[in-house]
């Protein structure tokens, strides 16, 4: 390869990672949102490890997803339990509502998430009102949550 071939391929290399160093980012990067949740304080199935207690929820967008995330606190001796989340949602703006369902665990380290997803087109734009219903499950017995609100902007 002569003196000449190399130089060229060599400012070729050079310009693309360049390009790539300095090109702007793409509109990848989703804006996380975080509404607070009110007055959802709960016993647990397991009675003595109060409380679970729902008490934000995270919303942002992706590619025409919305995403939600509930995060929520539980202390708790010994044994896990299971926790069904029930989200509905009506949209004030466009009168649009929905009904979304999520399982998770409680386990170590003693914190869980529901995680909910709609499409973009479907839940905004405008307010969002949010219904948290949840029961939770231990091997014993079921415990109905009390039912908790929030309002949140469609992303």
């Known amino acids: 390869m ?12 050079a310009a ?6 300095l090109a702007p980012a793409g509109d990848a990067s ?8 009110g007055d959802c304080t709960n016993l647990s199935p397991n009675v003595v490890d109060m409380p679970y207690q729902p008490n934000r929820v995270f919303v942002s967008e992706y590619a025409g997803t ?12 010994g044994l896990g339990y299971d926790s069904h989340a029930r989200l509905a949602w009506k949209n004030l703006q466009t ?4 009904v979304l369902v999520d399982n998770s665990i409680v ?3 003693n914190t869980g998430v529901h995680n909910f997803t709609v499409k973009r087109s479907t839940f905004g734009p405008g307010k969002v009102r949010l219904t948290l219903t949840t029961t939770n ?5 079921a415990v109905p949550a009390r039912t908790c609100t929030s309002t949140v902007v469609a992303p």
């Open 66 to 77: 919305v995403y939600m995330q509930i995060t929520y606190g539980s202390l708790w001796l």
């Open 2 to 13: 002569s003196v000449r071939t190399r130089l060229a391929a060599g400012a070729v290399a």
């Open 30 to 37: 989703a804006v996380t949102k975080t509404y607070p949740i």
């Open 137 to 141: 499950r231990n091997a014993v017995w």
């Open 16 to 21: 693309g990672a360049a390009a790539l160093i």
């Open 107 to 109: 386990r170590p380290p």
């Open 95 to 98: 009168g649009r509502n929905g």
